[in-house]
């Protein structure tokens, strides 16, 4: 090539000599057309290299990606997507033998209790067995929670229900069983025992229950049972789903419900209820899978028995007589003569004389023929204290083996016949909890008794208290002619501290409270006629260091007590030459005044606050009043009493 070649182009020609010259990858913009060297194929490939690398990273990010979004999926399903776990529903009904039978009532599922020292049982029962193919339910949960009549006796091995004219009896073991005189059998064992705990088979209880039940064997055994009725609230499943047994979609599940499943809505937590399923689960399901809720009023065919009463066509006005010994008998016509108005005397006649149901008796025809001749009745008090036996213990003892108590009511009933009374009136104040049952059975068996000799039949009663609800005031008033309760002894000779015997609050509170059990034209209310002088006297140092974690220690004074009639604790306050002041909460006159190194209060039984109260059992319209005791009273108050009871 010549030198103007290597130099470029001529002046005056166009353009493309600088464009020659410029290198292979300079700025120029057109196509290379000329093939490429070995450095043009370096450049393409390590391009495609990149964008390979950078798709790669990109394909891993997204894979990256992925990964965390399924894992964060899966960490959410666990929290809060449904679990398919299964309930244990052994452990969920509390099933440990192979015989044992899961037991639920009104929607509620029986849990085994451990037994009462009285039962005497090492194990706790199961609520239910099935046995030879028959379904049976313990005792206590038959009582508690079926049927309160049935009662077993575990001393002698008997079942009883009592009926108004006597008693249904069945043995251990056996198919037989009596229905007051019937002889009657069945095709099953009616009872079974394990130890001292008693079976009732099913079937049996319904004979004299208003009460459904429906038995499954899978995929556990139980009874399910209905025995309270009227309203209740049910639904529809809306869609197929799941009972668990808590709310919640971790919590286990219990059953599955199919689409249009009825089931009973129990309690409303917002996004989940409770709810009962017809074949006996309880447990959760979301709210938006029910549909027509609504209630319903659910009912069944079932005569119930008829406990008749005797009972009479005016207000009761009763005056126990406070009888200590045969002498006091003889002077019935002095003590009556001052009375007016008085319907009923009660003399306390009757007592246990030991623990064996043997009783000893001051009964006196001579007695019941002067009442009978003033047109007064009498109802012959029987108690167990102020006699042979003196305990909680003991009174359990008698009450708690049917033998005895039969002889008690035997020889009680012959004693009343003999004597010509008019009625019984019950007062035992020796009842344990431990007791209760067998109390109860105590006052059917003597009700039935009564009913059967025309004797009226009134049962003596605390004000209602929880701690005394084991004497079952409601069966009381049932099969009982009257219930009476001692609106008296808020403060006794053992309280810790002075007060009234018997405020105006604690009978109306008791007549409240009565009155939710027992119809007004069966309840009768006791006053008193007496009151309590108090002393009190400061506790020492040396005092309040021993009593250091016992009651008394939240009481500053010593005090002591004294029952007096209306008449002497008025001359008491006279003779201390002080005025009474009216107690506007007690509703009575009250007094206190300094003397003998201490501080004497009393609060009045008078005709003041006798009229507060005779208001009150006025305005309740009950069946009458009752008094504690005859001689005790002013001889006044009887104008009174006239004008509120009869």
């Known amino acids: 090539m010549d030198e103007r070649g290597r130099k470029g182009m001529s002046p005056g020609r166009t353009g493309t000599g600088d464009a020659r010259r410029r290198p292979p990858g300079g700025n120029d913009r057109r196509p290379e057309r000329s093939a490429p060297g070995p450095n043009g194929r370096t450049r393409r490939r390590s391009s495609r290299a990149r964008r390979r690398r950078r798709n790669a990273v990109i394909r891993w990010l997204i894979f990256i990606i992925l990964i965390i979004a399924a894992a964060g999926g899966f960490v959410f399903w666990k929290k809060y997507g449904p679990s398919n776990e299964r309930a244990d529903l052994n452990e969920y009904y509390e099933l440990e033998a192979k015989d044992d039978v899961a037991v639920v009532i009104n929607n509620n599922v029986v849990r085994s209790e451990p037994p009462s ?32 009549r049935f009662y077993w006796d575990p001393n002698e091995n008997v079942l009883l229900y009592t009926l108004p004219g006597g008693s249904v009896s069945v043995e251990v073991g056996s198919k037989e069983y009596t229905d007051i005189t019937e002889r009657k059998s069945e095709e099953y064992v009616i009872l079974k025992t394990e130890g001292r705990t008693a079976y009732i088979a099913l079937p049996f209880i319904q004979t004299y229950t208003n009460m459904e039940y429906a038995v499954y064997d899978e995929p556990v055994q139980r009874a399910v049972i209905t025995c309270s009725w009227g309203e209740t609230q049910t639904a529809s499943i809306k869609r197929d789903t799941q009972v668990r047994y808590q709310g919640g979609v971790k919590s286990p599940i219990l059953t599955d419900v199919k689409k249009s499943d009825k089931v009973t809505v129990l309690e409303d937590e917002d996004d989940w209820m409770k709810v009962g399923t017809e074949d006996g689960f309880v447990g959760y399901v979301r709210t938006g899978d029910l549909r027509d809720i609504a209630v319903e009023t659910i009912s069944r065919e079932f005569e119930e028995p008829v406990y008749t009463n005797i009972t009479r066509d005016y207000t009761v006005n009763m005056a126990w007589h406070n009888v200590s010994n045969t002498d006091a008998n003889g002077y019935i016509l002095q003590t009556i003569a001052g009375t007016k108005g008085l319907t009923t005397i009660a003399p306390t006649w009757f007592s246990l004389s030991d623990t064996e149901g043997n009783i000893a008796s001051l009964a006196d025809p001579d007695y019941v023929n002067y009442a009978h001749q003033s047109n007064i009745e009498v109802w012959a008090v029987l108690r167990d204290f102020h006699g ?159 009593e250091e974690g016992t009651e008394a220690a939240s009481y500053p004074n010593n005090v002591t007590s004294y029952a007096y009639g209306m008449e002497e604790a008025a001359e008491i306050v006279s003779s201390a030459g002080v005025q009474t002041e009216w107690d506007d909460a007690a509703k009575q006159n009250y007094a206190q005044w300094e003397a003998d190194g201490g501080v004497y209060k009393i609060w ?36 009174l009493i006239l004008q509120y009871v009869n």
């Open 388 to 546: 042979g036996i003196s305990s909680y213990d003991e009174t359990y003892e008698v009450l708690s083996y049917t033998s005895k108590r039969t002889r008690v009511i035997n020889q009680v009933i012959a004693e009343a016949l003999q004597s010509g009374v008019d009625g019984i009136n019950l007062d035992f104040e020796l009842i344990s909890a431990e007791c209760g049952e067998h109390y109860i059975q105590f006052v059917r068996e003597l009700s039935v008794k009564c009913r059967q000799n025309g004797l009226v039949f009134s049962v003596d009663n605390y004000v209602p208290q929880p701690y005394n609800d084991h004497y079952d005031i409601e069966e009381q008033g049932v099969v009982a002619d009257y219930v009476m309760i001692m609106g008296y002894d808020e403060h006794t000779e053992g309280s810790y501290q002075a007060g009234s015997v018997a405020s105006l609050g604690y009978l109306e509170d008791g007549i409240a409270e009565a009155l939710k059990a027992v119809p007004a034209e069966k309840l009768v209310a006791g006053v008193p006629f007496f009151t309590r002088l108090w002393f009190e006297t400061p506790k020492t140092e040396e005092e309040l260091a021993a």
């Open 604 to 639: 009045l039984e008078d005709g003041q606050s006798l009229e507060e109260k005779l208001k009150v059992i006025k305005a309740n319209n009950l069946a009458g009043v009752a008094e504690w005791s005859l001689g005790m009273e002013d001889s006044s108050v009887w104008d």
């Open 117 to 148: 020292a009285e039962e005497g049982a090492s194990e706790t029962p199961a609520p239910g067995k099935i046995i030879d193919g028959q379904y049976y339910i313990e005792y206590s949960v038959v009582r508690d929670r079926i049927n309160k």
